[in-house]
């Protein structure tokens, strides 16, 4: 891939966005749009992958969107920067890679702002290490800070990464995050200590992911 097309799109309702993502999937698949990587925040919402069980939904009876991508349930909103690149994957087409990729972008952007992070065996995305044992009673185990959940269907991404910047995570106490009960949720802002807006980082997580995906920086 030599070239990508960024849509910063705002504030989209989430159905609004697959929509479009729909739309776009099917328009690079039959060769008629190019790489495409949307940049968004939604409302309030959760979306479950195809693998959610039941007991990791909300207990409240909070309605819940059933998606096409893999993995679990997750919870998206407001101050979570969510990325949705469509792109052709060269053959033959390896999931993981792409996985890799975003992962590889998302670290970089969290170094930039002085937290790091790493991988967990047996699970996607981007974690913060667990708190050093010692007498300190507020102890944190593995903490989840970016989401990924992708679909590739004929060669061509759809869904993507949620990289929490400020969101409130109250809303993840509601469900089993990505179906993992031994781990937390983390965001930039509760790692720093600090206000760590979407606008902050969405520079950023464009120029890593364009590099990531096209092998080269922005322009």
């Given at each position: 891939?030599?070239?990508?097309?960024?849509?910063?799109?705002?504030?989209?309702?989430?159905?609004?966005?697959?929509?479009?993502?729909?739309?776009?999937?099917?328009?690079?698949?039959?060769?008629?749009?190019?790489?495409?990587?949307?940049?968004l925040e939604h409302p309030s919402v959760y979306t479950a992958g195809r693998r959610t069980e039941p007991h990791e939904?909300?207990?409240?009876?909070?309605?819940?969107?059933?998606?096409?991508?893999?993995?679990?349930?997750?919870?998206?909103?407001?101050?979570?920067?969510?990325?949705?690149?469509?792109?052709?994957?060269?053959?033959?087409?390896?999931?993981?890679?792409?996985?890799?990729?975003?992962?590889?972008?998302?670290?970089?952007?969290?170094a930039g702002l002085g937290v790091p992070t790493q991988r967990v065996e047996g699970r996607s995305g981007v974690w913060?290490?667990?708190?050093?044992?010692?007498?300190?009673?507020?102890f944190r185990p593995e903490r989840k800070i970016a989401a990924i959940g992708v679909r590739v269907a004929r060669g061509?991404?759809?869904?993507?990464?949620?990289?929490?910047?400020?969101?409130?995570?109250?809303?993840?106490?509601?469900?089993?995050?990505?179906?993992?009960?031994?781990?937390?949720?983390?965001?930039?802002?509760?790692?720093?200590?600090?206000?760590?807006?979407?606008?902050?980082?969405?520079?950023?997580?464009?120029?890593?992911?364009?590099?990531?995906?096209?092998?080269?920086?922005?322009?």
């Amino acid at each position: 891939m030599s070239e990508l097309r960024v849509v910063r799109a705002g504030t989209v309702p989430y159905e609004q966005a697959w929509e479009r993502q729909r739309e776009v999937h099917a328009a690079r698949v039959a060769g008629e749009g190019p790489d495409t990587l949307f940049l968004l925040e939604h409302p309030s919402v959760y979306t479950a992958g195809r693998r959610t069980e039941p007991h990791e939904r909300p207990l409240d009876g909070t309605a819940v969107i059933d998606v096409d991508r893999g993995g679990k349930i997750t919870w998206h909103g407001p101050g979570q920067l969510v990325g949705y690149p469509i792109v052709a994957l060269p053959d033959p087409v390896d999931v993981v890679a792409h996985v890799r990729r975003l992962e590889d972008a998302l670290m970089a952007v969290c170094a930039g702002l002085g937290v790091p992070t790493q991988r967990v065996e047996g699970r996607s995305g981007v974690w913060v290490a667990a708190d050093a044992p010692g007498p300190d009673s507020r102890f944190r185990p593995e903490r989840k800070i970016a989401a990924i959940g992708v679909r590739v269907a004929r060669g061509v991404t759809m869904h993507g990464f949620a990289l929490n910047c400020d969101p409130d995570l109250a809303a993840f106490g509601a469900i089993v995050p990505c179906g993992i009960v031994d781990a937390g949720v983390t965001s930039l802002s509760a790692e720093l200590g600090r206000d760590v807006p979407v606008a902050e980082v969405v520079d950023a997580v464009e120029d890593a992911v364009r590099r990531v995906l096209t092998l080269a920086p922005a322009a």
